[in-house]
């Protein structure tokens, strides 16, 4: 079993920033594909970047140049670097394991409003 526990979500104002933190409670997190996905009000829960064991990185298109995702295997640990933020990136952000089907954190609110 893996844990994840996202941590740094809150209330920003549009155009500013955060970093969202997701740690993990295994080693098996350095050879897992891991990312984060996104659940706004009413909608289904959506891809918003994954990174790689070789950090390899893909993201949505409308995160891109905005968001990067980052991970360091020493703390088993991963990031959302988001900057520039717009209204409509707020919802819950979940981490995600790759590992044996797939694992889910309990995710973090974003909430970008003025």
């Known amino acids: 079993q893996v844990q994840l526990v996202e941590s740094g979500g809150g209330l920003v104002q549009p155009g500013g920033s955060l970093r969202l933190s997701c740690a993990a409670s295994r080693s098996i997190f350095s050879t897992s594909t891991m990312g984060w996905f996104r659940r706004a009000p009413g909608n289904q829960r959506t891809l918003v970047a994954t990174?790689?064991?070789?950090?390899?990185?893909s993201y949505a298109d409308s995160v891109k140049g905005r968001f990067t995702i980052s991970r360091d295997n020493t703390k088993n640990t991963i990031y959302l670097q988001m900057n520039s933020l717009k209204p409509e990136d707020t919802a819950i952000y979940y981490c995600?394991?790759?590992?044996?089907?797939?694992?889910w954190g309990q995710g973090t609110q974003v909430t970008v409003s003025s």
């Open positions: 995600w394991c790759s590992s044996n089907g797939g694992y």
């Open positions: 990174i790689s064991p070789f950090r390899r990185t």
